[in-house]
């Protein structure tokens, strides 16, 4: 018998490219869970007892990348507590010891359907990032200082990531510098096509 893993789809992309604003369309067009690592690590660190909330918010502001430990158990907790089968994975796995972590964890019960991969310029993200942290946003990294960090770590740990994924033809990319209406456009005929 065929059995029924839950599916997931890894969302991928710079710092400010779009991800949490085309997951939030996903969900509701497509019914899928959406679980972003960072809202999550965030979330815990807000919390008075957790043991690991002044790590994430280093990590966050050096926009260095959490051990696969602690966000891969927030990510397999969050789906556990949904009792749902479909989820969008939103900025995981951003290195390769996410990878590991994943792989040897949570992967083997799940199913992999591909990679939505937000291409977009860094100028552009950085002028996303700038004008949300502008308008208050309350995020600790949307300064030019922590967003040089994110963007060094996003193109020497995080490409190589999206890179492996190419090999095995994983990745469906989406130009993602169009305005957000035009960019679901791409996203929809991406998930219209899928049999989920
Ligand atoms: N905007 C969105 N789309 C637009 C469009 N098409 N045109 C014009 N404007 C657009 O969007 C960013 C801003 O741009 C918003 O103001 C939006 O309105 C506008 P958003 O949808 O939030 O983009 P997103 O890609 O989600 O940007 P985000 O800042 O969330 O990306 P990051 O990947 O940097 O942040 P994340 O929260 O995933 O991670 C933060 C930190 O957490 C990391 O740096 C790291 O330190 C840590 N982390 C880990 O350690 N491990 C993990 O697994 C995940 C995170
Ligand atoms: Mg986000």
């Not at 400010?16 to 369309?25: D, P």
């Not at 019914?31 to 690991?52: I, K, T, W």
């Not at 949904?82 to 019960?109: H, M, Y």
Request: glycine share 8%; net charge neutral; proline share 5%.
């Amino acid at each position: 018998a065929v059995k029924m893993q839950p599916k997931v789809v890894f969302v991928l992309g710079g710092p400010g490219a779009g991800k949490g604003t085309q997951c939030q369309r996903i969900v509701e067009t497509f019914g899928y869970v959406h679980l972003s690592a960072g809202d999550l690590l965030r979330e815990e660190r807000s919390q008075p007892n957790s043991q690991f909330g002044e790590l994430i918010d280093n990590y966050i502001k050096e926009g260095k990348i959490v051990p696969v430990e602690i966000t891969c158990s927030l990510l397999d907790n969050a789906m556990k507590a949904s009792g749902k089968d479909k989820f969008l994975i939103d900025g995981f796995p951003r290195n390769q010891n996410n990878l590991e972590g994943w792989n040897s964890t949570v992967a083997k019960r799940v199913q992999l359907q591909f990679i939505l991969f937000f291409d977009c310029p860094l100028e552009i993200c950085l002028e996303r990032c700038l004008q949300r942290g502008a308008g208050g946003s309350g995020r600790s990294d949307d300064n030019p200082d922590s967003l040089k960090k994110r963007f060094n770590t996003y193109l020497n740990e995080t490409r190589p990531i999206i890179e492996y994924y190419e090999k095995s033809d994983l990745v469906k990319r989406i130009d993602a510098t169009r305005p957000v209406e035009e960019v679901f456009e791409d996203v929809k005929s991406i998930f219209q096509g899928l049999n989920c």
